[in-house]
């Protein structure tokens, strides 16, 4: 209770005698648990004791808050606000608070749980998931994007109604993709709406539906094969990069052990994400790789410098924790392992402040190209990155300097 005596008394009367005295006991043991800093319990409390106030003046009761009532604080009350100046008005802050508000209340089944996906399109979303977990093994991360697609289209034609292929018209599915290019209109996103719905319509046509012509009105958006180059990074910015590492004001030894798992080995942001310390065996010098996007099991050489950084951060820089995860949070809520925004988002920056213009797999990129300029063919290559299939590591063929002199035919009228 030290935080709220420290309290303004008029806050602290808004808090403690307002709609939400019942919770703010199991609030402080909520914040008290995930370990944030007494500056954000500080202001946490301040939004909270704002919202009870507002509450009180618009004669709310805790049972009546959810996100349609949060958003009228934040998009009516805050802008007009004439509270005294004791009420918290930091809308960033006002917000995370109010939302840890909405987790607790339905934690104590004050208010009911969101509701899920429900209805025949659920049903139909939870069949196609299966189905491409288990016959065609794509990731998690696909599987989810890609149901996000369908779900859309769906929901569209069938929103409450029994999922019926035969009543879907190509003019559906044309205009479907219209309205996503719309929205996003890019040449990625657009791969990925016809990946989705593509993928879907073969399912459809393993369950004995009549499918193609809304296979046929589906056009990919002009990729050639093997047409652009790699983009690695040079040994300059190479080292630019691990300098900048090293002179990080948040998590330098952190930030070089990822760069180094990504620039090393080659490995994802989601597989760095998902390491553990118990992957590592450091006797024999190994890592093994078993939460991948190809779903298998690697058993992958640990090199040197990549071990050393390693050690560098579990020994001075890893907060302290029971998690088996090799890189937890750092901030509050703590004891969370990171997630794979916080990897891919840590090495842009780093690439930016080091006057990179490149993205985190640019990495995995250098490693390639490194490779084939030392000697490596493009099965070795294709061996530690891990692609299921050779014809992914081709790209890579138009790096090899030295074999490319010795195939490349003389310009025309030159004397050689």
Not at 163 to 176: C, K, N, S, Y
Request: with cysteine; glycine share 6%; proline share 5%.
């Amino acid at each position: 209770m030290d935080l709220i005596r420290s309290m303004h008394p008029l806050a602290r009367a808004w808090l403690l005698d307002g709609p939400l005295s019942s919770y703010v006991e199991a609030f402080q043991v909520l914040l008290e648990r995930g370990r944030y800093a007494e500056g954000s319990m500080e202001t946490a409390l301040r939004a909270w004791s704002h919202f009870a106030h507002w509450m009180t003046k618009c004669q709310l009761s805790a049972d009546q808050i959810d996100e349609a009532l949060v958003e009228e604080f934040l998009d009516s009350h805050l802008p007009r606000c004439n509270c005294h100046p004791a009420a918290l008005r930091t809308l960033n802050g006002l917000r995370a608070s109010l939302g840890h508000l909405l987790s607790l209340l339905r934690e104590q089944h004050v208010i009911v749980e969101l509701p899920g996906p429900g209805g025949p399109v659920a049903d139909e979303l939870c069949r196609y998931n299966l189905h491409m977990r288990d016959a065609r093994g794509l990731a998690v991360g696909t599987r989810e994007d890609r149901l996000v697609l369908v779900g859309r289209l769906l929901q569209c034609k069938f929103a409450g109604n029994a999922i019926v292929i035969g009543e879907l018209q190509p003019e559906d599915v044309r205009g479907f993709i219209a309205t996503e290019l719309t929205r996003v209109n890019s040449v990625s996103h657009a791969s990925a709406v016809t990946a989705a719905l593509r993928g879907y319509f073969r399912y459809r046509g393993t369950c004995g539906d009549a499918v193609h012509a809304l296979l046929g009105v589906i056009s990919s958006p002009v990729r050639w094969s093997q047409a652009s180059l790699p983009r690695a990074l040079t040994n300059e910015e190479v080292q630019r990069l691990e300098a900048h590492c090293g002179q990080a004001k948040r998590a330098p030894l952190r930030l070089l052990a990822m760069v180094r798992l990504a620039l090393d080995l080659g490995l994802r942001v989601g597989e760095i994400a998902r390491l553990e310390i118990g992957d590592f065996d450091w006797r024999a010098g190994t890592v093994t790789l078993k939460r991948t996007k190809s779903l298998r099991q690697d058993v992958m050489p640990l090199p040197a410098l990549t071990g050393q950084a390693l050690a560098e951060y579990m020994r001075l820089e890893r907060p302290a924790t029971t998690l088996p995860s090799l890189f937890v949070r750092r901030l509050a809520p703590h004891d969370k392992p990171i997630g794979v925004d916080a990897v891919s988002q840590a090495i842009e920056r780093a690439l930016r402040s080091a006057g990179i213009s490149r993205s985190c797999h640019s990495l995995r990129h250098t490693l390639a190209c490194r490779l084939v300029n030392s000697g490596s063919s493009i099965k070795e290559v294709a061996d530690v990155l891990r692609h299921r299939s050779l014809d992914t590591s081709l790209i890579y063929a138009k790096l090899d300097m030295q074999l490319l002199a010795e195939v490349a035919l003389p310009w025309p009228g030159s004397a050689s």
